[in-house]
Nanobody
Framework: QVQLVESGGGLVQPGGSLRLSCAAS????????MDWYRQAPGKQRELVAT???????NYADSVKGRFTISRDNAKNTVYLQMNSLKPEDTAVYYC?????????WGQGTQVTVSS
């Protein structure tokens, strides 16, 4: 069964950093784009960052210059390095991909930015 498993969330002070990881259960994911989404309480899920199979990246305006998405295909893992975190970055972060026209989501990892 194909699975995405996130880790690395937690509580951090404003201005701090966290690195999220998303481990895919199958090596086939290395041939597909991977995304990070987030959903804050009472808000819609929003796309944060995307990385293609070739390593090209794209970011939401709200995180440009602060977040970096990367992938290690040898480990079937995608990362989201988050720096200069703000309280408005507080959300559940989800890993996502679309494989053969089917969406796959991880279970989510909570990120809380608070003093």
């Amino acid at each position: 069964q194909v699975q995405l498993v996130e880790s690395g969330g937690g509580l951090v002070q404003p201005g701090g950093s966290l690195r999220l990881s998303c481990a895919a259960s199958a090596s086939i994911f290395r041939f597909y784009a991977m995304d990070w989404y987030r959903q804050a309480p009472g808000k819609q899920r929003e796309l944060v960052a995307t990385i293609t199979s070739g390593g090209s990246t794209n970011y939401a305006d709200s995180v440009k210059g602060r977040f970096t998405i990367s992938r290690d295909n040898a480990k079937n893992t995608v990362y989201l390095q988050m720096n200069s975190l703000k309280p408005e970055d507080t959300a559940v972060y989800y890993c996502h991909t679309k494989l053969l026209n089917r969406d796959y989501w991880g279970q989510g990892t909570q990120v809380t930015v608070s003093s």
